[in-house]
């Protein structure tokens, strides 16, 4: 079994987890904390799979998806606090 393949396999089962976390987290900020985590792992498992495939234009995607997941988070915690 291929190093990446095993990666790849035990992320989705984090990411399995991590969307149980989401939604049934004890409150907003563990929801906001699981989402952040959800998007930093979908972030690692493109670029396990541009190593895994070989394609470099997957890890163009994986640095916009990381930059986007990240405003985004700053934007839901920002209007959370403000509810």
């Known amino acids: 079994m291929s190093p ?11 990411m ?5 976390l989401v ?10 904390l699981g989402l ?3 998007s ?7 670029v396990l799979l ?3 495939t070989g394609q470099p234009y997957l890890l163009d995607i994986a640095l916009v998806y990381a930059v ?3 405003i985004g988070t700053i934007l ?3 209007f959370v606090e403000r509810r």
Do not use: H, Q
């Open 4 to 14: 990446y393949l095993f990666a790849v396999i035990a992320l989705s089962v984090l």
């Open 16 to 20: 399995v987890l991590v969307l149980i």
């Open 23 to 32: 939604i049934r987290g004890p409150s907003v900020w563990d929801r906001l």
């Open 36 to 38: 952040n985590m959800f």
């Open 40 to 46: 930093s792992k979908i972030t690692v498992f493109i």
């Open 50 to 52: 541009a190593g895994l």
């Open 68 to 70: 986007l997941g990240f």
């Open 76 to 78: 839901m915690a920002k």
